[in-house]
């Protein structure tokens, strides 16, 4: 069956102008996470939708980004006002969620978005 | 502050040897462990898995060992292929799917023929 997929694959942009950038979940997982990952750096965690449950959005580095989850599958991740330091690979990932103890799955990620600011 | 800590940034192996990659944790709170791998330009891709209540997995040339009273776990992979080349994260999270799971930065992985 088909994977995460992530659109755009690559993105250049302006400095200060705003981006969204958009995750299909794999059908049926109903957890979704953002990381991102600059250039040398590890997996930063954004944000994970869990199910009907509020977001966990600890990891988001400012209010200029943001993140939705509509109808429990597409994701969007809203940059506004790009800086260059946002410059990075901005990655998605599904997982289904089981319940109870040791439910845990592996996570499934997209290939990631590639944003330049320039 | 990390939580999940993978202290080499590389490795370099001959192939047909063994590979052992390390990782270390500070949350107690931590009951499910992965290996996830990544080639560049593409996602990380998910390798193999243990829980706290094992302290061993096996899949074929990859073993995970874990050592809950040292909050550490490692990766082998034996014997070591080319192919194998590669950035390996380390992550963890509690002990249900509820839980947010968090990746340690990674280490990179080179097998010389």
């Known amino acids: 069956g088909a994977g995460v997929s992530q659109s755009p694959s690559n993105k250049v942009t302006e400095k200060g102008k705003d981006v969204e950038l958009r995750c299909d979940p794999i059908?049926?997982?109903?957890?979704l996470y953002w990381y991102r990952q600059s250039l040398g750096q590890g997996l930063e965690f954004l944000i994970y939708?869990?199910?009907?449950?509020?977001?966990?959005k600890s990891g988001l580095p400012s209010d200029r980004f943001s993140a939705e989850r509509t109808g429990g599958s597409v994701s969007t991740l809203t940059i506004q006002r790009t800086q260059q330091e946002d410059s990075a690979v901005y990655l998605c990932?599904?997982?289904?969620?089981?319940?109870?103890?040791?439910?845990?799955?592996?996570?499934?990620f997209g290939d990631g978005t590639r944003l330049s600011i320039l | 502050d990390q939580q999940v800590k993978q202290n080499s940034p590389s490795l370099s192996v001959q192939e047909g040897r063994i590979s052992i990659l390390n990782c270390d944790y500070t949350?107690?709170?931590?009951?499910?462990f992965l290996w996830y791998k990544k080639y560049p330009a593409e996602g990380p891709t998910f390798l193999i898995s243990?829980?706290?209540?094992?302290d061993k997995n096996e899949d074929g040339r990859f073993t995970v060992f874990l050592n809950k009273s040292a909050k550490h776990l490692s990766l082998h992979i034996v014997p070591s292929q080319p192919g194998d080349s590669a950035v390996y994260f380390c992550?963890?999270?509690?002990?249900?799917?509820?839980?947010?799971?968090?990746f340690g930065p990674g280490t990179s992985l080179s097998v010389i023929p």
């Open positions: 939708f869990q199910g009907n449950s509020a977001p966990d």
């Open positions: 990932a599904s997982s289904f969620q089981g319940t109870g103890a040791y439910s845990n799955q592996p996570q499934h």
């Open positions: 059908s049926g997982h109903t957890a």
């Open positions: 243990i829980s706290s209540i094992k």
């Open positions: 949350n107690s709170m931590f009951d499910y």
């Open positions: 992550a963890a999270s509690g002990k249900t799917s509820y839980d947010k799971v968090i």
